[in-house]
C-alpha cells in the first residue's frame, strides 16, 4: 500500500525566508503526487500536483515542489515566507485504485 | 463557479445521538468522496461514489455508518448512533477526474 511522510509536524520561518516543507512517498510504481494547504475551519485546496510530466511542478500562491525518484521525494518550497501562508500543509500520493492517501500534515508557522 | 457545499458547518450531539451531514458537490462532478478528519491528522476516505454507485466504501464502519447519494448529486452521511470517538471534522469533495479532488469546507462534529 501506498504511504506518505512528512518529516515535521511543526515547521516555523521567518518573513522572507525560504519555505521548505519535506515528503517522502512510498510506491513501486511512478505515482501522481499532490500538494494541498487548508486553512482555519476550511477545506482542503489544491495547491499543485505531480502527474509524470516536468518534474519540476509550479503551483499557486508561489509555491513548487520537485519529484526526485531517487529519493522517493516530493519537497515543497516557496523562496519567500508571507504571513499568509500560515496554514496546515498536506502531501498526497494517488495509489493503485484512484484513491488519494494524506500525509498527517505539516503546520507552517511565519515569524515575523 | 460555487464550491462544494457542506452544512451544518458544526455540530455538538451527545454520544448515542443520530447526526447526518449534507453535502452538494460542484455541478457536473461525477465523482463524491467522503472523508474523515482527526485532529492533527490528514483526511481519511470514507466512502467513495461514481455517480450513485459506492465504488469503495471499505474503509465506512458500516455498523454505524451509512451514506447515500441517491440521483448521483447530493449526498448525505449519517452516524447512528454517535460515540465520542466520532468527533472529527467530515470533509467532502467532488472530482471531475480521479487524481484532482475539490473539498468543502467540513463538518465538525463534536460528540460530548
Known amino acids: 500500500a501506498q504511504s506518505v511522510t512528512q518529516l515535521g509536524s511543526h515547521v516555523s520561518v521567518s518573513e522572507g525566508a525560504l519555505v521548505l516543507l519535506r515528503c517522502n512517498y512510498s510506491s513501486s510504481v511512478p505515482p501522481y503526487l499532490f500538494w494541498y494547504v487548508q486553512y482555519p475551519n476550511q477545506g482542503l485546496q489544491l495547491l499543485l500536483k505531480?502527474?509524470?510530466?516536468?518534474?519540476l511542478v509550479k503551483g499557486i500562491n508561489g509555491f513548487e515542489a520537485e519529484f526526485k525518484k531517487s529519493e522517493t521525494s516530493f519537497h515543497l518550497t516557496k523562496p519567500s515566507a508571507h504571513m499568509s501562508d500560515a496554514a496546515e500543509y498536506f502531501c498526497a500520493v494517488s495509489d493503485e485504485n484512484d484513491k488519494i492517501i494524506f500525509g498527517k500534515g505539516t503546520r507552517l508557522h511565519i515569524l515575523p | 463557479e460555487a464550491g462544494v457545499v457542506q452544512s451544518p458547518r458544526y455540530k455538538i450531539i451527545e454520544k448515542k445521538q443520530p447526526v447526518a451531514f449534507w453535502c452538494n458537490p460542484i455541478?457536473?462532478?461525477?465523482?463524491l468522496y467522503w472523508y474523515r478528519q482527526n485532529l492533527g491528522q490528514g483526511p481519511e476516505l470514507l466512502i467513495r461514489?461514481?455517480?450513485?454507485?459506492?465504488?469503495?466504501d471499505s474503509q465506512l464502519p458500516k455498523d454505524r455508518f451509512s451514506a447515500e447519494r441517491l440521483k448521483g448529486v447530493d449526498s448525505t452521511l449519517k452516524i447512528q448512533p454517535a460515540e465520542l470517538g466520532d468527533s472529527a471534522v467530515y470533509l467532502c469533495a467532488s472530482s471531475p477526474s480521479y487524481n484532482e479532488q475539490f473539498f468543502g469546507p467540513g463538518t465538525r462534529l463534536t460528540v460530548l
Open positions: 455541478s457536473g462532478h461525477n465523482t
Open positions: 461514489y461514481e455517480n450513485e454507485e459506492a465504488v469503495d
Open positions: 505531480y502527474t509524470s510530466a516536468a518534474t
